[in-house]
């Protein structure tokens, strides 16, 4: 069964900090990889996605993520967080055949302190 | 519509009371899931529809959840004899089967079971 880990809970940075929330999931096969954000009070949306290419992918608002086959990984980065960054974000994985359906990890709650 | 809607938005029930919730995807899209995020956990798959074919219920955590998709579009999650752990959000999604694999959400139904 594919498995999804952030192991950062809940990161707290100050504006204009640099931005790497760890993503590792657990799948033997391809997959397609996201990344999806909940700002507060709204409902989730599409931050960035890879499925195959270029394993450094760049999403909305200035965010990247860069796929590394060899460490089942998919960090997302920033450079530069703004306050309206504040947000949970959720990396995802599916694997491209059957039902799609997406497993999702915990979440990592980021707060950007103004 | 333009997106996902879901109706309720919140919904307050008893212990032991049924419950209906409902998803009308966007337009066109084939394929239609439920989640659901309980507090301080991911997003977990429930149930996916896709276009006239059965349903894979495998998410579904008791035979008190079932949902149906009439007519290829709306859906209705229906939870039988609620309990307090079924307190939760419930989000629907939707996928245009036609390219890319990204995953539409809705605002999703939060569930409160006393």
């Known amino acids: 069964a594919q498995s999804v880990s952030q192991h950062n809970h809940h990161v707290i940075l100050s504006e204009a900090a640099s931005l790497e929330l760890g993503c590792n999931y657990s799948?033997?096969?391809?997959?397609?990889l996201f990344w999806y954000v909940q700002y507060p009070g709204q409902h989730l949306q599409l931050l960035l996605k890879?499925?195959?290419?270029?394993?450094l992918v760049k999403g909305i608002k200035g965010f990247e993520a860069e796929f590394i086959k060899s460490k089942f990984s998919f960090n997302l980065r920033k450079p530069s967080v703004q306050w309206s960054d504040t947000a949970e974000y959720f990396c995802a994985v599916n694997a491209p055949s059957g039902a799609n359906n997406l497993f999702f990890g915990t979440g990592t709650r980021l707060t950007v302190i103004p | 519509g333009a997106g996902v809607s879901q109706s309720p938005s919140n919904k307050v029930t008893e212990k032991g009371k049924d419950v209906e919730l409902r998803c009308d995807p966007i337009s066109g899209h084939t394929a239609l899931y439920w989640y659901r995020q309980s507090l301080g956990q991911g997003l977990e798959f429930l149930i996916y529809?896709?276009?006239?074919?059965?349903?894979?219920k495998s998410g579904l955590p008791s035979d008190r959840f079932s949902a149906e998709r009439t007519g290829g579009s709306v859906s209705t999650l229906t939870i039988q004899r609620t309990q307090q752990e079924d307190s939760a959000v419930y989000l629907c999604a939707s996928r245009q089967d036609r390219g890319g694999n990204e995953q539409f959400f809705g605002p999703g139904t939060r569930l409160t079971v006393l």
């Open positions: 529809f896709q276009g006239n074919s059965a349903p894979d």
């Open positions: 890879y499925f195959s290419g270029d394993p």
């Open positions: 799948y033997g096969g391809t997959v397609n």
